[in-house]
């Protein structure tokens, strides 16, 4: 089992910027990726960012949903087993309730999410 905590969010006026953080814990060694996805009122949950390895000091591969390329940076810390999620160049459309996701081979598994609310 992996255990995702996020933090973070919170209100923010639009062209701000918010850091987002997921710490995990458990069977940390099995996670061959960490992602964040986001849920907004009467929207499916999308994919913002993944990134690979948590406990990779180096490497790897990082995308983007491309609603968020050049603004969003998704990033580890393997020393912390924390994925951060930079936001800069906030807008309104991307209120929702953010969540981490990490993957192993055998499962996924979700935090509880952290509400963003950008206002204009």
């Known amino acids: 089992q992996v255990q995702l905590v996020e933090s973070g969010g919170g209100l923010v006026q639009a062209g701000g910027s918010l850091r987002l953080s997921c710490a995990a814990s458990?069977?940390?060694?099995?996670?061959?990726?960490m992602g964040w996805y986001r849920q907004a009122p009467g929207k499916q949950r999308e994919l913002v960012a993944r990134?690979?390895?948590?406990?990779?000091?180096?490497?790897?591969?990082?995308n983007y949903a491309d609603s968020v390329k050049g603004r969003f940076t998704i990033s580890r810390d393997a020393a912390k087993n924390t994925v951060y999620l930079q936001m800069n160049s906030l807008k309104p459309e991307d209120t929702a309730v953010y969540y981490c996701n990490a993957q192993s081979l055998a499962a996924g598994y979700w935090g509880q999410g952290t509400q963003v609310t950008v206002s204009s």
């Open positions: 458990g069977r940390i060694f099995t996670i061959n990726s």
């Open positions: 990134i690979s390895d948590l406990v990779a000091r180096s490497g790897g591969f990082t």
